[in-house]
């Protein structure tokens, strides 16, 4: 009975979601436009979230290269510990934990942040008040991520490379120029392409599930911490999801 039970909540759920999706093309799409709330979304969602992005890429490329240097230090191609590891980052790492701590950052900001105004009634008083609330507070918000993500994705795979030269130079005396004429000469447009696209993909993951989750937040406060809780643990697995489907999807096609 239980699986029953937790098979149509997620039936439910997944209807539910499509749904809000399907609102989101519809409205977002058509005149008038909120620019200036989408581009005061670009501002808190994209650059507040650089600092935190830019450290967990720094660090991650650092340690990554720290923990295979011994390993091709002992089959003897150390040399090729840049292109090896720039590789790694532009292709995979770099994208899925930056849109991980994107949507632990900006995901559940987005359900608490709804949550609250939905709790409190605020968005039922945008409606009172003859404003679209949909069009303000969710469209612009899935925009700013689904553009904003990207960005961040190329800054934290710069970022994430420059970490990577400092943690091969711990060792070794390797220039500037050599780290990164190694990297770009065994990367390919074939590499880069598909990470960028599924980074669209991500953002708009994070955006819509943690605007699906504020905007249907239950009442009191314990549904707002609910709705930022599920924001990020459901983003987090589809961006696992988009993920796998992205692999399958560039191996067909040869990438």
């Known amino acids: 009975m239980s699986i029953q039970s937790d098979l149509k909540s997620f039936l439910t759920v997944s209807g539910e979601l499509a749904g809000f999706s399907a609102r989101f093309f519809k409205q977002g799409f058509h005149p008038p436009f909120e620019f200036s709330e989408f581009l005061k979304q670009c501002y808190v969602i994209g650059y507040k979230s650089l600092p935190l992005i830019g450290l967990t890429a720094f660090i991650m490329g650092l340690v990554l290269t720290m923990q295979l240097r011994p390993s091709m230090a002992d089959y003897g191609v150390e040399s090729q510990l840049p292109a090896i590891i720039g590789i790694a980052i532009i292709r995979e790492v770099g994208p899925v934990i930056t849109a991980l701590i994107f949507a632990g950052k900006i995901g559940s900001s987005i359900g608490a942040e709804l949550g609250s105004m939905k709790v409190t009634e605020q968005i039922d008083a945008m409606e009172v008040s003859g404003t679209n609330p949909f069009r303000y507070l969710v469209v612009t918000r899935v925009l700013a991520c689904t ?18 030269y400092l943690g091969v130079n711990i060792h070794t005396n390797t220039s500037f120029n050599l780290f990164w004429t190694q990297v770009f000469d065994n990367l390919s447009f074939s590499d880069v392409l598909p990470a960028f696209v599924k980074s669209f993909f991500f953002g708009f993951a994070v955006g819509i599930i943690g605007s699906y989750k504020g905007y249907n937040s239950s009442k009191g ?24 489907l992205a692999v399958q999807v560039t191996n067909i096609f040869g990438y």
């Open 221 to 244: 406060t314990e549904g707002v911490g609910h709705s930022a809780n599920s924001a990020v643990v459901v983003s987090s697995i589809l961006i696992f999801m988009i993920d796998l």
């Open 147 to 164: 553009f904003m993500l990207p960005v961040l994705v190329m800054l934290g795979d710069a970022v994430s490379l420059y970490g990577s």
